[in-house]
């Protein structure tokens, strides 16, 4: 069975940074594009950033995703992070050689993970 699962969230003070991970089983993260999104409460979900299976590290302004095949999982570290960031994360793995924005682009969803800013 293909399944992505996110973890790393939690609650952290404004200013602060967190590192979310996405790890997958049933197939191989190598073969897919990463794609990173979030909703926050009310709000649609927004595409926050991506890395495609030919690119190891993608740095698009606080965000970096990285990819880690040996252990199947891809991160996003996040930086000077504020009350605005709060959302549920999600990753997804898409087929595309590009970074799609749109979801339904992507094959694969993991189930979220919580992120709050806040003081």
């Known amino acids: 069975q293909s399944q992505l699962v996110e973890s790393g969230g939690g609650l952290v003070q404004p200013g602060g940074s967190l590192r979310l991970s996405c790890a997958a089983s049933?197939?191989?993260?190598?073969?897919?594009?990463i794609g990173w999104f979030r909703q926050a409460p009310g709000k649609e979900r927004e595409w926050v950033s991506c890395?495609?299976?030919y690119s190891s590290d993608i740095v698009r302004g606080r965000f970096t995703i990285s990819r880690d095949n040996a252990w199947n999982t891809v991160s996003l570290q996040m930086n000077s992070l504020s009350p605005e960031d709060t959302a549920v994360y999600s990753c997804?793995?898409?087929?595309?050689?590009?970074?799609?924005?749109?979801?339904?682009?992507?094959?694969?969803w993991g189930q979220g993970t919580q992120v709050t800013v806040s003081s």
């Open positions: 997804a793995a898409s087929s595309a050689w590009y970074c799609p924005r749109e979801t339904y682009e992507y094959r694969y």
């Open positions: 049933g197939f191989s993260l190598a073969d897919y594009t």
């Open positions: 890395i495609n299976r």
